[in-house]
C-alpha cells in the first residue's frame, strides 16, 4: 500500500484547515465553476454595452473591366474602372420591448447563480474533507487500539507456552493463545489497511500526488464538547435562505422569469435610430480644369431669313481625373433616419419561444422547492443521527467500562488459576470490540455534530 507505515516515516504534517484550504485551492471542478464566473460576468459587461450606440466603419475597393455602370457617375463605361467607397454607420437602440433592460437583470441573477455554485461546490468539498480526516483520525485510533491489543495476545502467549513448556497448561489452552495472537495480527492488518486507505482518499480530494506522503495533525477530540441541541426546525429557519443549494436554485429562479420576459419582449416592434456617413472615388471621374481657343470661329447656328452664319470662338477643354481627395468632399453624403420593426408573423416562432421560457421558468420554481424539500430532509435526518449518535456512544461507552471492569476481573481470577484460558480470551476479545465500538461511536457522534454546525454555517474546526 502506498501509504503503509505513514505515520513513522511522514515528512510533511497537514492540518484540518491546510488540507480544506488546499482542496479548495486544488480543485478542478472549483476552477471550472469559477471560469463559469467569470463568463457570466462577461455577459453581464456585454449586456450592458448594448445599451450604447454603436459605430461601425467600412470600405469596398473594387475593379471593373469592359463595359460597366461607373458606380459613383452612373454612366456606361468601356474602360477599366478603379472605384472605392466607405462609410461609418452609427446605431442606437431606442425601443426593444425592454428587451435589453431584461437581459441585464438576467444576467446578473445567472452571475449570482455561478457564484453559488461554487459556493456550493467548496462546502461540498469542505464536509467531505472534515469526513476523510475524521476517517483518518478514527482509523488511526483504531489501529493503536489493534496494535495494543496485538502486543497483549502476544505476551499472553508467551506466557501459555512457558507454561505449557512446564506442564501447567495444555496444548488446548496454547492453540486458544495463539488464536487469540493470530486475530489480534489480522485486526492490525485490516486497521492498517482502511488507515492507507484513508490517507490515499485525502490525498486524492487535494489534487495532491500520493507519493508525496504527509500525516495529518491530530487535534483534541477526546474531548466531545457541547452537543448540539438545536431543533431541526430552528437549524432549518436559520439556515435555508442561506444555504448555496437554496441560494442557486432561487437565482437559477429568477434568471429563468427574466428569461420569460427577454422572450416576450420579441412580441414588440422595435425602433432604431440610424446615422450614416460616407463617401467614394471612381477613376472615370473627370471634370474641366481650363479651356483654350483654337483660333478658329466654330458656327453655332443660323440668322433666319438671311440664312448667315452665327460663328462663336472655337475652344478646347482642358479635363484632368479628379482628385481622390477632392473626391471624397464632392461625394460625401449622409443620413439619418428611423427603423420600425413590426412583428406580424414568424412562423410563430417568438410565441413558442415565450412559452418554452415559461415551461423552463416554472420548471426552476419546481426545482427551487425540491432544493427546499430535500434540504428540509437533510436537516431532520442530520438532528436524527446526531441523537442517534449521541444514545450510540453512552452505550458504547456504558459497554466499554462494564466490559473492562469484566476483563479486570477475570484477568485477575485468571492469573490465580480461578479461569480457564478459554474465558479469558472471550473476555479479551469481548473488550477489544467495545473499544473499537467506542472509538467508532466518539468520532461518529463527533462528525455529526460537526453536521449542525456546518449547515449553521459555522467554521469546520476542532
Same mark, same amino acid.
Given at each position: 500500500? /502506498?501509504?503503509?507505515?505513514?505515520?513513522?516515516?511522514?515528512?510533511?504534517?497537514? *492540518?484540518?484547515?491546510?488540507?480544506?484550504?488546499?482542496?479548495?485551492?486544488?480543485?478542478?471542478?472549483?476552477?471550472?465553476?469559477?471560469?463559469?464566473?467569470?463568463?457570466?460576468?462577461?455577459?453581464?459587461?456585454?449586456?450592458?454595452?448594448?445599451?450604447?450606440?454603436?459605430?461601425?466603419?467600412?470600405?469596398?475597393?473594387?475593379?471593373?473591366?469592359?463595359?460597366?455602370?461607373?458606380?459613383?457617375?452612373?454612366?456606361? /463605361?468601356?474602360?477599366?474602372?478603379?472605384?472605392?467607397?466607405?462609410?461609418?454607420?452609427?446605431?442606437?437602440?431606442?425601443?426593444?420591448?425592454?428587451?435589453?433592460?431584461?437581459?441585464?437583470?438576467?444576467?446578473?441573477?445567472?452571475?449570482?447563480?455561478?457564484?453559488?455554485?461554487?459556493?456550493?461546490?467548496?462546502?461540498?468539498?469542505?464536509?467531505?474533507?472534515?469526513? &476523510?480526516?475524521?476517517?483518518?483520525?478514527?482509523?488511526?485510533?483504531?489501529? *493503536?487500539?489493534?496494535?495494543?491489543?496485538?502486543?497483549?495476545?502476544?505476551?499472553?502467549?508467551?506466557?501459555?507456552?512457558?507454561?505449557?513448556?512446564?506442564?501447567?497448561? *495444555?496444548?488446548?489452552?496454547?492453540?486458544?493463545?495463539?488464536?487469540?495472537?493470530?486475530?489480534?495480527?489480522?485486526?492490525?492488518?485490516?486497521?492498517?489497511?482502511?488507515?492507507?486507505?484513508?490517507?490515499?482518499?485525502?490525498?486524492?480530494?487535494?489534487?495532491?500526488?500520493?507519493?508525496?506522503?504527509?500525516? /495529518?495533525?491530530?487535534? +483534541?477530540?477526546?474531548?466531545?464538547?457541547?452537543?448540539?441541541?438545536?431543533?431541526?426546525?430552528?437549524?432549518?429557519?436559520?439556515?435555508?435562505?442561506?444555504?448555496?443549494?437554496? +441560494?442557486?436554485?432561487?437565482?437559477?429562479?429568477?434568471?429563468? @422569469?427574466?428569461?420569460?420576459?427577454?422572450?416576450?419582449?420579441?412580441?414588440?416592434?422595435?425602433? &432604431?435610430?440610424?446615422?450614416?456617413?460616407?463617401?467614394?472615388?471612381?477613376?472615370?471621374?473627370?471634370?474641366?480644369?481650363?479651356?483654350?481657343?483654337?483660333?478658329?470661329?466654330?458656327?453655332?447656328?443660323? /440668322?433666319?431669313?438671311?440664312?448667315?452664319?452665327?460663328?462663336?470662338?472655337?475652344?478646347?477643354?482642358?479635363?484632368?481625373?479628379?482628385?481622390? &481627395?477632392?473626391?471624397?468632399?464632392?461625394?460625401?453624403?449622409?443620413?439619418?433616419?428611423?427603423?420600425?420593426?413590426?412583428?406580424?408573423?414568424?412562423?410563430?416562432?417568438?410565441?413558442?419561444?415565450?412559452?418554452?421560457?415559461?415551461? $423552463?421558468?416554472?420548471?426552476?420554481?419546481?426545482?427551487?422547492?425540491?432544493?427546499?424539500?430535500?434540504?428540509?430532509?437533510?436537516?431532520? @435526518?442530520?438532528?436524527?443521527?446526531?441523537?442517534?449518535?449521541? $444514545?450510540?456512544?453512552? $452505550?458504547?461507552?456504558?459497554?466499554?467500562?462494564?466490559?473492562?471492569?469484566?476483563?479486570?476481573?477475570? @484477568?485477575?481470577?485468571?492469573?490465580?488459576?480461578?479461569?480457564?484460558?478459554?474465558?479469558?480470551?472471550?473476555?479479551?476479545?469481548?473488550?477489544?470490540?467495545?473499544?473499537?465500538?467506542?472509538? @467508532?461511536?466518539?468520532?461518529?457522534?463527533?462528525?455529526?455534530?460537526?453536521?449542525?454546525?456546518?449547515?449553521?454555517?459555522?467554521?469546520?474546526?476542532?
Amino acid at each position: 500500500m /502506498v501509504f503503509s507505515g505513514f505515520t513513522a516515516n511522514s515528512q510533511e504534517k497537514i *492540518t484540518l484547515q491546510q488540507a480544506v484550504d488546499l482542496t479548495l485551492q486544488n480543485n478542478l471542478q472549483i476552477k471550472q465553476s469559477k471560469l463559469n464566473e467569470a463568463l457570466s460576468g462577461e455577459n453581464l459587461k456585454e449586456s450592458k454595452l448594448f445599451f450604447y450606440p454603436t459605430l461601425n466603419a467600412g470600405s469596398n475597393l473594387n475593379f471593373n473591366f469592359g463595359q460597366n455602370v461607373d458606380p459613383l457617375t452612373y454612366e456606361y /463605361v468601356n474602360e477599366q474602372t478603379t472605384s472605392a467607397n466607405g462609410s461609418i454607420t452609427a446605431g442606437l437602440p431606442i425601443f426593444q420591448g425592454f428587451r435589453l433592460w431584461h437581459q441585464v437583470s438576467q444576467y446578473k441573477y445567472q452571475l449570482e447563480a455561478d457564484k453559488s455554485n461554487t459556493k456550493k461546490i467548496q462546502n461540498d468539498l469542505a464536509l467531505t474533507v472534515v469526513t &476523510t480526516y475524521l476517517q483518518i483520525l478514527n482509523n488511526q485510533d483504531l489501529l *493503536t487500539a489493534a496494535q495494543q491489543q496485538l502486543e497483549l495476545a502476544r505476551l499472553q502467549l508467551d506466557r501459555e507456552q512457558k507454561q505449557f513448556d512446564v506442564g501447567s497448561k *495444555t496444548l488446548a489452552d496454547l492453540s486458544q493463545a495463539k488464536a487469540q495472537a493470530a486475530t489480534a495480527e489480522l485486526n492490525v492488518t485490516n486497521a492498517q489497511n482502511q488507515l492507507d486507505i484513508s490517507y490515499l482518499n485525502l490525498a486524492q480530494l487535494m489534487e495532491r500526488d500520493p507519493g508525496n506522503r504527509f500525516e /495529518v495533525v491530530k487535534p +483534541v477530540v477526546n474531548q466531545l464538547g457541547q452537543i448540539n441541541k438545536t431543533t431541526a426546525s430552528d437549524i432549518y429557519a436559520d439556515a435555508v435562505e442561506n444555504y448555496p443549494d437554496i +441560494v442557486l436554485a432561487k437565482y437559477r429562479t429568477l434568471a429563468s @422569469q427574466k428569461a420569460v420576459d427577454v422572450a416576450r419582449s420579441a412580441l414588440y416592434p422595435r425602433l &432604431t435610430f440610424q446615422g450614416n456617413i460616407g463617401s467614394g472615388y471612381s477613376s472615370n471621374r473627370t471634370k474641366v480644369t481650363d479651356r483654350v481657343l483654337t483660333g478658329r470661329n466654330d458656327t453655332i447656328g443660323f /440668322v433666319n431669313g438671311t440664312g448667315q452664319k452665327v460663328l462663336t470662338p472655337g475652344y478646347i477643354s482642358v479635363i484632368e481625373k479628379t482628385k481622390f &481627395t477632392d473626391q471624397l468632399n464632392e461625394n460625401l453624403y449622409q443620413s439619418v433616419g428611423f427603423t420600425l420593426s413590426i412583428p406580424i408573423f414568424n412562423g410563430l416562432s417568438s410565441r413558442i419561444g415565450l412559452r418554452r421560457a415559461k415551461i $423552463s421558468y416554472q420548471n426552476a420554481q419546481v426545482s427551487e422547492q425540491l432544493a427546499r424539500n430535500n434540504f428540509n430532509k437533510i436537516i431532520y @435526518q442530520a438532528v436524527t443521527d446526531l441523537r442517534a449518535a449521541e $444514545s450510540s456512544y453512552n $452505550s458504547a461507552n456504558s459497554a466499554y467500562q462494564s466490559s473492562k471492569d469484566a476483563f479486570n476481573a477475570i @484477568q485477575q481470577r485468571y492469573g490465580v488459576g480461578l479461569v480457564n484460558s478459554l474465558d479469558f480470551n472471550q473476555a479479551q476479545t469481548d473488550l477489544n470490540q467495545k473499544e473499537f465500538n467506542l472509538i @467508532q461511536a466518539r468520532y461518529n457522534l463527533i462528525f455529526r455534530n460537526k453536521i449542525i454546525d456546518f449547515y449553521l454555517g459555522n467554521p469546520l474546526t476542532f
